[in-house]
């Protein structure tokens, strides 16, 4: 027999409790307004699901304004700068000399405890393990969705708003009616190897590769563990790779008349991370609104995930504050059409690094020259530098 849901009642209903969930919970509970956030993998999942990890200053700031905690400002490290190399030689660009900017290296799953430590901290209502089935009457002032909790009870949220926080697998995103989306996307054909390292930092900023055997990319976590990822086929067999291979790898595509070493150890993780441009639009139906990796996705390249769903949440948290403290649903309304400007802004960036930094397998050879020309038009010119900059480390907030 069918079980009769238990009714919730909640201003907000958020579902997805990643980072882009939690930070609209944290922010919307601080104006008192009330939220539910259900989230299908239980916390050490998502602890354990290694992502990029850099944070614009704005993002940092959302985290440390807002109350949710200092350990970004003691943790994490601030860069201000990257490396680019391609011809085996360095190209450093200095952040704060071109656009008096810096970002923060902290790992997302970090951003994502800290998150979740400050949500159990001020009573929110997180759920894990909850899976949501069923959204109902987001063309209505009173959507509802359904969930079942880890024990198989059911539940009915009656909510003012949905908000899709759910991933880029996002079951809210799907229940958009056909008639009203259009979806954008590019596939790659390549992905990022991903792995750390127990190792000492190899360079001072982050190495961004191109070289005749693919991209890398030298990241950081700590001093005593590291980050690195190297182009592949999306279909690698990670557990096809010895430790000496992936090295060997690696330093192929850092090699250079310099003499570059990268500092090796032991490595714990191993996994591939798949390449995908994807925009949802609009990024609302009605009465559900879609924030983050649900919305859209941008390859790794630029680190503009997390960030793109940071500012996704303060445009919708000003929204909604708006609309609960004097019922007027203006800003509700220009929310999709106010956050897909800074989507697609970021898409273009995504993109464009992806494309300048990679040589697909088999690729033209003219492609892979040009894609040099490019880096040597970049980086030769303070222009195209501070192009680069402005980019990666964040346009302004609107
Ligand atoms: C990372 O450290 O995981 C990372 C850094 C920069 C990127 C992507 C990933 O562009």
Known sequence: MAQTPRIIKTKVGIIGGGPAGLMLSHLLSKSGIDNLVVEMRDHETIRNTHRAGILEAQAVKMLTESG????????????????????????????????????????????????????????????????????????????????????GTLFEVHADVIVGADGSRSFARRQMPDTVRKDFKVAYPFAWFGILTEAPKSSPELIYANSPHGFALISQRSETVQRMYFQCDPNEDVNAWSDDQIWSELQKRVDGPDNFQLKTGKIFDKTVLGFRSFVREPLSHGRMFLIGDAGHTVPPTGAKG?????????????????????????????????????????????????????????????????????????????????????????????
């Open 68 to 151: 949710v905690d200092g350990r970004v400002l003691t943790d994490g490290d601030e860069h201000a700068g990257i490396d680019l190399r391609f011809n085996g030689e360095s190209h450093p660009l200095d952040f704060r000399d071109l656009v008096d900017a810096t970002v923060t290296l902290y790992a997302q799953n970090e951003v994502f405890v800290d998150l979740a430590a400050a949500r159990q901290r001020d009573g929110g209502d997180v759920r894990y393990n909850c899976e949501v089935t069923e959204i109902m009457d987001m063309e209505t002032s009173t959507p509802k969705f359904r969930f079942t909790d880890a024990e």
């Open 306 to 398: 997390l960030n793109l769903a940071f500012a996704d949440v303060k445009v919708l948290f000003e929204a909604l504050d708006s609309f609960f403290s004097t019922g007027s649903d203006k800003l509700l309304g220009g929310y999709s059409d106010l956050a897909l400007k800074r989507v697609w802004k970021a898409q273009n960036f995504s993109y464009w690094m992806t494309s300048m930094l990679h040589t697909p397998v088999n690729a033209d050879p003219f492609m892979a020259k040009r894609a040099l020309g490019e880096l040597e038009t970049v980086t030769s010119s303070r222009y195209g530098q501070q192009y680069l900059a402005e980019s990666y480390t964040g346009w302004p907030h609107s």
